[in-house]
């Protein structure tokens, strides 16, 4: 059975460095027998479907494949349709009534429980907020993520030590739900 996949490559085209041309990733994809290949800015997410291996072998696949082809590693997480719906749907703040910049959702590879992040005091940095769902955060930064100290508290090596973890804002997480929500080709 064919299923729609997000791919979220972690830290391309920030600042000049680990530049991979959307153009370029898009007959990567293709080279890999993924069908109906979409990009999305270029920020480093694309759309395929296929009907070979689950989230994390295709997730390790592309990663290997973009390592080989551009010379540096790349972090991949790979997301079904269902899964991207119901991080957008299960939001528990008000998304509707949010500037798509005041709402992230970092994607994690793995499940990562509260404990993880015990030592941060929510109250010391409100209004920012966050909650944890389902192999994601969700993050309301007010000022937007650059001026968001709760964003820089998160991000610490120390709290994502063993997942792979990349965040998007809240427009990007609407449109790859939209993006995978049938089959291409």
């Not at 009534?97 to 994690?108: D, G, I, P, R, S």
């Amino acid at each position: 059975m064919t299923t729609t996949y997000a791919a979220l490559l972690r830290g391309i085209n920030v600042g000049g460095k680990k530049k991979v041309p959307m153009a370029d990733l898009r007959t990567l994809m293709e080279g890999l027998r993924y069908e109906g290949v979409r990009t999305y800015l270029q920020s480093g997410q694309a759309t395929f479907a296929s009907d070979q291996g689950d989230e994390e072998t295709l997730a390790a696949e592309l990663s290997g494949a973009v390592e080989k082809h551009f010379g540096f590693p790349v972090d991949v997480i790979v997301r079904d349709h269902a899964y991207l719906k119901a991080v957008a749907d299960a939001c528990p703040f008000p998304a509707a009534e949010l500037e798509a910049k005041q709402l992230h959702v970092t994607y994690f590879s793995a499940p990562v429980g509260a404990e993880r992040f015990a030592e941060i005091d929510q109250a010391a940095y409100l209004p920012e907020e966050f909650r944890l769902g389902d192999r994601a955060l969700y993050l309301y930064a007010p000022e937007g993520l650059g001026r968001s100290k709760l964003a820089e508290q998160l991000s610490r090596p120390r709290l994502n030590k063993g997942v792979v973890a990349t965040s998007r804002n809240w427009n990007t997480v609407v449109r790859l739900v939209e993006m995978t929500r049938t089959p291409q080709g």
